[in-house]
Structures are given as structure tokens and as C-alpha cells.
């Protein structure tokens, strides 16, 4: 036990690589690597066991800062890459990061296979709602009218929403955080690596340069309280300054009620283990300006896991079937030609 | 046992050509047809040419499928020019092919099938078994297969239809009394592969042997031929197509190494099958992933070399198109792995089940910047196993992405393969340093300009890879302007210094003399074959075929320069000619053909001779 005995000793420093880094200054991905950094050493996985892949954009940046093995690819491919990795190491911690471009535009099949496949890896998505690294245009999750250099009139595309997008593809597990929640990421990435099977986890992050504020209604310490909705498997769903509205389900909608009214017994109950992903469709809806925006885990459920699945399938046929060469030569009709008949 | 009215006649080989409607199973006839002759020491090759409609209609001149073999006594290198003898199902089937026969050649058709209705849909206004033309060029043989097939089956316990469906395996055993084979093998296949169904496997043996004793009843057919064994290394063989000898070599490589195999591949036509093959062998430690695209089985062939497997991913040339920018990855990353490319006609989807060879200079060039990747091609149905082999060792050994090339022609075609003994083939050495002090991701091998294949779960060397330009030697990203040209100069290095653990360019034929052919790929049947025919003649013409064509192997410029002309024929408008007059300045002569069809020994032939005249 002593690679557990030693991982367990490993602190943040140790998945510090000595490449500066080279954010924006206030840049949100700053705040991403911290907690990243900070909570894998508590994983009590030895460091050389930890991969993480990334595709293309300033998010994908990301590898570099990590010492760890890495891979920058290219652009929107991570999760390919991540998927022939696990399928000849299904021993390996795999961490997928992607943007939204990065994810959801170039590298939107992928992911959406990535997840479907429930591959063991865990894959960060960070939304900025922009394109940092081509310099600002709009992206998949950009909203409806807004203005880019690509953009000068406004967007005419509907955005996409990541957690739908995961829900769709069948993900088993699904969470948001945002990039300043400190210790709420570090729950919900610990939650993404105990997974077993695709984890998705959009992470809410500020491009100063090209998007600021996109997300400012969740971090700005006045607002915040009153338009996240902290989930919580198995509690009522609550939130406000001091936990005084709740979510009720009115047919097939949501609404925001005041618990001191209806009281607690008629709000909403999180439940991410349910199989059918009703309920996390219908949270993935809700936002502002009429509802908060959940973060937490949305689903979490036990599926076969792909690599598993290959490597169950190997030592099936492993055990049911010699792996005699010469015998697989020599399938079926074989002649002799002998020394006299040359 | 023929009777002593039979005429027999002992002949050095023939090509013999099934066709008939999709649903008319020739494959199968012709498959049959060639494992028997394969079995009773014949040197074979075959060409199966087939619709890429899965069904199309019945009758039509689009659902044709068409299955020719050559047989012999003597050494033969291609499925053979023009048929000797034609077997056609219905009109569709001869239209399609009547104009390959040989003038004066056999040509057996089911007159049967030559209703009103098929003719109409094969274009004929009437038929043409009437037509006096017909049995003048030809040895014309209407025998009422269909008729005789329901005769024979009278008692099946099978309706019509499935008993209509046996027509085939009487033709067959028409054929196989004609050249004088033994039913067993067949009837041997029939007993396994019906095992389930006694009822259909009744039948097929007695349509088989129905048609056997019809040739041997009939008086019109009058000669039947002789192939006697063709002389081989002794040993044990099997017949195997150029995908399946592929699947063979490419687990072989990894079994000789001691790793997984990881096949990443999203299908397409002509190299599903290799998928198709490899799917099968997870007993030996194969892991196939099925992918949503090509781009993605590309990105996955890159990670599985990552952690440290033998990565393999195939496609057909659309599938490369996708994969062009992975590529460049696994060329940056400088990660070993082997791209298959089963060529098709192109551009676009081009012509699915045909062949052609028009994507070398997209091997060598179809991607951005400076991208070197080694390049090899596979010469034959059973060539496909040793390169699959070498394309993994110069992979694992150079820390190199590299490039197989094979085609349709060479995928479906078969011939017998002599069965290596696992035992008795080299081993593939890769190490993965475990040494932390002094680990720089990109040092190099002084030989072989390597890098060290570390990886993950290698304590003390996390290292991190990526597209961007490398720093020379730490790997970090670097813009640096001189170190971007050193890099380019060093990738491009260790690949040229391939060059040095390969064999040298060797012709086959007279080492110096008036003409040299050179060729790669599937064309080498026919050029060799046609130099054997020209030097017959005695023209002093030598062949060079090569294996590599990126690095060109040493002492290429120096055999170029030995022979008055060069002749390069290619099914593309020229690549490796444009290859060869540029690197070495020759007048190399181009001879193009892009008809979806390999060459014919004779189109290779009379260009030699025009070129000596
Ligand atoms: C094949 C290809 N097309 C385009 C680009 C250019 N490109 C690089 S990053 C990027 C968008 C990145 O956006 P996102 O994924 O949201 O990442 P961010 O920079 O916002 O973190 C684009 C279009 C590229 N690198 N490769
Ligand atoms: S452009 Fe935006 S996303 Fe990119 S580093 Fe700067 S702040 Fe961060
Ligand atoms: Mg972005």
C-alpha cells in the first residue's frame, strides 16, 4: 500500500507543472486550476495515474498547468482521444477538459458519444458563453442577440444548453458549478471522479476580456443567494438569502413559492438517482430571469461503463478461447504441399 | 471416372468468370471455386466485383455481381485478363460481361433466366442466345440450369423459390466436372454451413451433383480440361483476401510485441471488414472500438498509442480525408500507430466497391505544413500480412504515425497464403523508459531520431504533449523561429532515416538493360507479369516494385539510371511518376488507367512493347 500511502500525501503542489501560466489576468480558468489542483491530491490516486486531455481554446490551455500526463489536442477532439486512452487503459484517471466551442460547436458529436458510450472519464466543461481564444466571437451557448465581432447585429442562433445536451446523450452523470464557488467545485468534482462512467461537469466561468459578467448573477455576493439553487439529493428545494423560497412543481412547470406559505412538505424533492431523467430536464430549464440556476448534481446513476465493458468482453473471449496464433492461421480450409511435390 | 467419349485436355491454367444477379450467389460459387482449385495445388487469384447497392433490382444491370478467378498450374500473379470461360446467370449478367470473354472462348448461360422480362430489364429487344453472331465468336453453351436445378430437386422438402436457389451450385458443379474437380471440398462446406438446415444442405449437394453428372451426360460438351498442380514451397497454406491477411498481420504485430491491439474505425466500404475481422479476435487481446466518424477513430488511435498499446486505425480514402488533422497530431506527438488506407475510386464517394490508387500523394502531402509520415503499400492478397508487420515495427521503432496502403482490388482479392509458424517470426521490441533522471519527452535516439515512448502510470515522468510547436528536446510549446525550423528538419529526419533499416531497390529481371518498370501496390501482378512476358520475348526488361514509397528505399536513383526508359503505371493519373521526376529528374513515363479495375497483364504488355518499338 505504500503508491496509496504516498498518494495520500501529495498536496496541491505536486499537479503544479513549472509552466507559467498564461491567462488573462481575473481570467476565471485561474480559479478552476486552484480547485482542480487542490482536489485530485485527495483522491489518493498516484499522480502519474492522472491524464488530463483537452482540445483547443484557452480553456484547453489547461494540461500545461498540470503535472500530470497530458495531452493539448486539437480542437473539440479531447473526448476521442480520451476514449482510445481508456480503452487501452482502462487503469488510468482520465480528465477530459473543453470549452464551450471547444465541446459543444467543432467537437459537438464527440461529446454527445463521449457521454452516450458512459466511458469512465470525467469531462470538464467550461462555459463562457464565448470564444476566448479567437478573440470573442459568439459560441454555441451564447444567448440570442448577443453582440460579437461575429456577430455586430446580434446573435440569430439559439444557444444550447450543455445540461440538455448531456441529458440527451444519456449521461450518468451530470453537475454545474461556477467558477468562484471554491469549495462547491471541489464537492462536485470529487462527486465527477467517484463517479464510475462519463462524468459531465459544466463549469460556469468568466472571460474577463470577452464576456464579462456572463455569470454574474450567480457571483456577485448580493445577487447570488437569490439565484442559485444549491441541489442536494433527497432535499427539498430551497434557496434565498435565508433559504426562505422553494421550487413547486405547478403541472408541468415550475414555480417559486415562498416557504413560509406553502411550506416545506409541497416543495420539490432532488432526486438524482432516479433513472428516468424527468426531473433533471426539467431543472436543466430553469434560470433567470424567472427562476434561479441549479448547480449541484443533476444525475448521477449506475450504467455500464464502456471501458469496462471492452475489457469484460476481452477476458470473456480471453478465457473461452486460446490465444493460440498458429491456430488462427490456420483457420478454415488448409492444404500441405509437401517437400515431393515441389 | 469420364467416359471415354469426353475429350481431355491438359492446360496450363484459365480464368474462369461467375456473374449473375446480386441475389444469384456468385461470390459464393466463385469462392467455392476457388478453395477447391486452391485445394487440389493450383496457384490461384481471384477478383470479386460486385454493385455497391446492397439490393439492387433484381434483374438489372446494376445489381450485377461478378466473381472471376484464375487457376494454374504455373506461378500467376493476377486474377487473370479476359476470361476463358463465362458463366452468366441471366442477360443482365452477360451484357455486363460477354465483352470481356475471349474471342472463341466458353460461355455457359442459364437460358432459363432469358425471359421477356429479364431481357427488357438488361436493355435487350430480343434475345440474343438466337443471335448467330453469338455462337460464332463464341463456344456458346444455353443450358436450362433453372429447369434442370427444379428437376433434380423434385423431392426437396423446399418450395420453389428456395429451390430455384440452388441454381448456383449446379452451375458450379457444371464447372467443376468441366475442369475436372473433386466435389468434396465443397460438399464438405456445405455440410458445416448448413449444418442447421439439412433441408437446403440436401439440396445444394444435389444440385451440386446434378450439374456434374449433366456435364458429364451431355454430349455437347465435349472437352473437359485439366490444371495440373502448380509447383510451391512446401508447407501449409490457406486462401486468404488482402483484408483478412491485413487483420492477420496487424494482431500478429501486436502478439509479437506482447500488447493489446486497439483498432479504432468508423465502417465504410472496402475496409470494413478488416473492423469486421478484428472483431472477432478478442480472445487475443483486440480491442475494437466502433466510432461516430473517422475523426474520432483517428483522435482514439492517437490517445490508445498514448497509454501505450499498438494503435491502429482504417478507413478508405473519405475516412483519411477526415482523419488528415489527427493525423498531424500523431505526427506532432511523434506517437507510433498505423493508418490503414484500403483505397477506392475517388474523389468524393467516388466509386465504393472499386479499386483505384489515387491517394498516395494524399498519404505523402494531404495535410498542413511540413507533415512526414512513412508510407508503405502492400502488393498482394497475402503481401497485406507481412506489411501490416513491418508498418507496426517502423511505428513502434521511429515513434512514428505510418501510413498502410492497400486497395479494393487487393482487399477482396485472394490467393494462397503459406502459413508462417508465430514461432518463427522476429519479435517486435518497444521499451517505454522507466529512468526519471534526465527524461526530456523529445531526446533522441542517435540512430533512429526516436523520442521515448513513456507512458502514463510511469512515476516521476507526467510529461505533457500537445500540437503546438515543440521546444527540441523538453517538448514544452515553443514559438521560437529557429526552433520550429530545427523540428520540421528533424521530423522530417527521422523519417528519411527509415531509409536505413529497410532493404535497398533491387529489380527483378537484368540489372541494367532498355526498360525498367517500376510499380507499387496492387499493380504489381500485372507489371511483373507483363516484364516475365517481355523478357520472354527477349527484351531486356527488368520490373522494380516498391513496398515503400516513403522513404524511397536506397539504391532507387542509382537502378532508375540503369535502364534506357522507365515505365511507372498507376490506376491514378500519376503519382509516383510525378514522385520520381521530381525527386530524380528522369523522363519516367506515366501509364494512368482510373476505370475502378486493376490492370490486365496485357495492357502493361503492349505498353512495354510501344515503348521498345
Ligand atoms: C480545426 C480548427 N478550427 C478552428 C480553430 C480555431 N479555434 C481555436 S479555439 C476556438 C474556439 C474556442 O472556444 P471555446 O472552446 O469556447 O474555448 P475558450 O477559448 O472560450 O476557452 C477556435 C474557433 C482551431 N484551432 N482548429
Ligand atoms: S480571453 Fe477570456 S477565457 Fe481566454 S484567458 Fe482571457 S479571460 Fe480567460
Ligand atoms: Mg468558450
Redesign the pocket.
Same mark, same amino acid.
Given at each position: 500500500m505504500t503508491d496509496a500511502a504516498e498518494a495520500r500525501t501529495l498536496t496541491r503542489k505536486d499537479f503544479a507543472s513549472d509552466q507559467a501560466v498564461r491567462w488573462c489576468p481575473g481570467c476565471g480558468n485561474y480559479a478552476i486550476l486552484a480547485q482542480v489542483q487542490q482536489t485530485l491530491p485527495k483522491l489518493g490516486i498516484p499522480r502519474e495515474n492522472f491524464v488530463v486531455i483537452s482540445g483547443?481554446?484557452?480553456?484547453?490551455r489547461f494540461p500545461y498547468y498540470m503535472n500530470t500526463f497530458g495531452i493539448h489536442s &486539437?480542437?473539440g477532439r479531447a473526448p476521442t482521444l480520451a476514449t482510445g486512452l481508456k480503452g487501452a487503459r482502462s487503469d488510468l484517471q482520465v480528465w477530459v477538459v @473543453? *470549452?464551450? *466551442?471547444?465541446g459543444l460547436a &467543432?467537437g459537438g458529436n464527440h461529446f454527445l458519444h463521449a457521454l452516450r458510450r458512459n466511458v469512465d472519464i470525467n469531462i470538464l466543461l467550461?462555459n463562457?458563453r &464565448?470564444? *476566448?481564444? @479567437?478573440k470573442g466571437q459568439y459560441?454555441p451557448t451564447s444567448e440570442l442577440g448577443k453582440r460579437t465581432k461575429s456577430s455586430p447585429q446580434g446573435s440569430i442562433e439559439n444557444p444550447v444548453n450543455p445540461i440538455g445536451v448531456a441529458i440527451g446523450a444519456e449521461a450518468s452523470f451530470i453537475a454545474r458549478t461556477v467558477d468562484m464557488f471554491q469549495h462547491h467545485m471541489s464537492d462536485v468534482l470529487l462527486r465527477a471522479a467517484e463517479h464510475r462512467g462519463a462524468a459531465l461537469v459544466e463549469i460556469e466561468q468568466n472571460?474577463v476580456i470577452f464576456n464579462n459578467g456572463a455569470w454574474r448573477h450567480l457571483t456577485d455576493p448580493d445577487a447570488k443567494l437569490e439565484n442559485v439553487l444549491y441541489l442536494e439529493h433527497g432535499k427539498p428545494m430551497r434557496f434565498g438569502k435565508k433559504r426562505q423560497k422553494g421550487i413547486r412543481l405547478k403541472g408541468l412547470h415550475p414555480e417559486v413559492v415562498d416557504v413560509a406559505e406553502v411550506g416545506e412538505e409541497g416543495l420539490l424533492v432532488h432526486d438524482e438517482k432516479a433513472e428516468e431523467p424527468t426531473l433533471a430536464y426539467f431543472l436543466s430549464r430553469m434560470g433567470p430571469p424567472d427562476f434561479p440556476t441549479p448547480v449541484g448534481v443533476f444525475r448521477c446513476i449506475d450504467k455500464p461503463v464502456h471501458d469496462q465493458l471492452l475489457l469484460e468482453q476481452v477476458h470473456e473471449a480471453e478465457a473461452r478461447k486460446s490465444p493460440d496464433m498458429n491456430a488462427l492461421y490456420r483457420l478454415g480450409q488448409t492444404w500441405e504441399v509437401s517437400e515431393e511435390a515441389t | 471416372m469420364s467416359k471415354p467419349s469426353k475429350r481431355i485436355q491438359e492446360i496450363d491454367g484459365a480464368t474462369l468468370l461467375f456473374c449473375g444477379d446480386s441475389g444469384d450467389g456468385m461470390q459464393l460459387t466463385g469462392s467455392q471455386f476457388t478453395a477447391t482449385s486452391a485445394l487440389s495445388g493450383n496457384d490461384v487469384r481471384t477478383f470479386p466485383d460486385y454493385p455497391s447497392e446492397i439490393r439492387a433490382p433484381a434483374g438489372s444491370l446494376a445489381g450485377v455481381s461478378a466473381f472471376q478467378v484464375n487457376f494454374s498450374a504455373t506461378p500467376i500473379y493476377t486474377p487473370g485478363d479476359s476470361p476463358d470461360t463465362l458463366v452468366a446467370m441471366n442477360p443482365a449478367a452477360l451484357k455486363v460481361y460477354l465483352p470481356k470473354l475471349k474471342p472463341k472462348g466458353l460461355l455457359i448461360v442459364d437460358r432459363d433466366a432469358f425471359t421477356d422480362l429479364n431481357l427488357k430489364k438488361a436493355g435487350y429487344r430480343e434475345t440474343p442466345l438466337e443471335d448467330e453472331d453469338l455462337s460464332k465468336r463464341y463456344r456458346l453453351q444455353a443450358v436450362p440450369i433453372t429447369t434442370l436445378t427444379l428437376d433434380a430437386l423434385q423431392e426437396a422438402d423446399l418450395d420453389g423459390r428456395g429451390k430455384r436457389r440452388c441454381k448456383n451450385f449446379f452451375a458450379l458443379g457444371l464447372v467443376y466436372w468441366l475442369y475436372d474437380r473433386t466435389l468434396e471440398p465443397t460438399l464438405r462446406w456445405i455440410e458445416e454451413k448448413f449444418s442447421k438446415a439439412p433441408q437446403v444442405a440436401d439440396a445444394n449437394r444435389k444440385a451440386l451433383k446434378a450439374g456434374y453428372a449433366f456435364g458429364e451426360a451431355e454430349g455437347s460438351f465435349a472437352t473437359r480440361f485439366i490444371v495440373n498442380k502448380a509447383p510451391s514451397a512446401p508447407g501449409t497454406y490457406r486462401i486468404v483476401n488482402g483484408n483478412e491477411a491485413s487483420a492477420l498481420g496487424f494482431v500478429t504485430a501486436a502478439r509479437l510485441a506482447g500488447k493489446p491491439l486497439v483498432y479504432s474505425s468508423y465502417p465504410i466500404t472496402p475496409a470494413s471488414n478488416v473492423l469486421h475481422e478484428l472483431a472477432k479476435l478478442k480472445h487475443l487481446d483486440v480491442r475494437t472500438i466502433q466510432y461516430e466518424d473517422e475523426i474520432a477513430a483517428m483522435g482514439s488511435a492517437v490517445g490508445a498509442s498514448f497509454g501505450g498499446a499498438f494503435s491502429l486505425t482504417g478507413t478508405s480514402g473519405p475516412g483519411i480525408c477526415l482523419k488528415s488533422?489527427a493525423i498531424n497530431l500523431a505526427i506532432m506527438l511523434e506517437l507510433p500507430l498505423v493508418i490503414l488506407n484500403v483505397q477506392r475510386g475517388g474523389p468524393s464517394t467516388g466509386l465504393p466497391t472499386k479499386t483505384e490508387q489515387a491517394d498516395l500523394l494524399q498519404a505523402l502531402y494531404g495535410r498542413n505544413g511540413e507533415s512526414p509520415v512513412p508510407i508503405l503499400a502492400a502488393a498482394g492478397p497475402t503481401d497485406c500480412f507481412d506489411v501490416a508487420i513491418e508498418a507496426f515495427r517502423i511505428a513502434v521503432r521511429h515513434m512514428t504515425p505510418v501510413f498502410m496502403l492497400t486497395d479494393g482490388y487487393l482487399a477482396n482479392g485472394a490467393a494462397p497464403w503459406r502459413i508462417p509458424r508465430f514461432e518463427d517470426l522476429e519479435p517486435i521490441e518497444c521499451t517505454h523508459p522507466t529512468d526519471p533522471e534526465g527524461f526530456l519527452p523529445y531526446a533522441r535516439d542517435n540512430a533512429t531520431l526516436a523520442r521515448p515512448w513513456v507512458i502514463p502510470g510511469t512515476a516521476g515522468m507526467e510529461h505533457r504533449l500537445g500540437g503546438l510547436e515543440k521546444e527540441d528536446g523538453a517538448g514544452n510549446v515553443s514559438y521560437d523561429p529557429e526552433n520550429h525550423q530545427r523540428m520540421c528538419r528533424l521530423r522530417a529526419e527521422k523519417i528519411q532515416r527509415i531509409a536505413d533499416f529497410i532493404p535497398e531497390a533491387h529489380p527483378d529481371g537484368p540489372p541494367e538493360g532498355d526498360l525498367l518498370v517500376l510499380s507499387w501496390g496492387g499493380t504489381f501482378g500485372a507489371a511483373y507479369s507483363a516484364c516475365l512476358r517481355a523478357r520472354s520475348k527477349g527484351h531486356a526488361v527488368a520490373h522494380l516494385h516498391l513496398r515503400h514509397l516513403n522513404p524511397f528505399p536506397k539504391g532507387l536513383e542509382k537502378a532508375l539510371s540503369r535502364y534506357g526508359k522507365i515505365l511507372i503505371p498507376e490506376l491514378n493519373f500519376g503519382h509516383l511518376a510525378l514522385l520520381i521526376r521530381a525527386r530524380y529528374l528522369t523522363d519516367a513515363v506515366s501509364f494512368c488507367k482510373v476505370k475502378g479495375r486493376p490492370f490486365e497483364i496485357s495492357e502493361v504488355e503492349q505498353k512495354i512493347e510501344e515503348m521498345l518499338s
Open positions: 483547443i481554446g484557452c480553456s484547453s &486539437i480542437h @473543453t *470549452g464551450d *466551442g471547444d &467543432i467550461f463562457n &464565448i470564444y *476566448g481564444l @479567437t459560441s472571460c | 488533422e
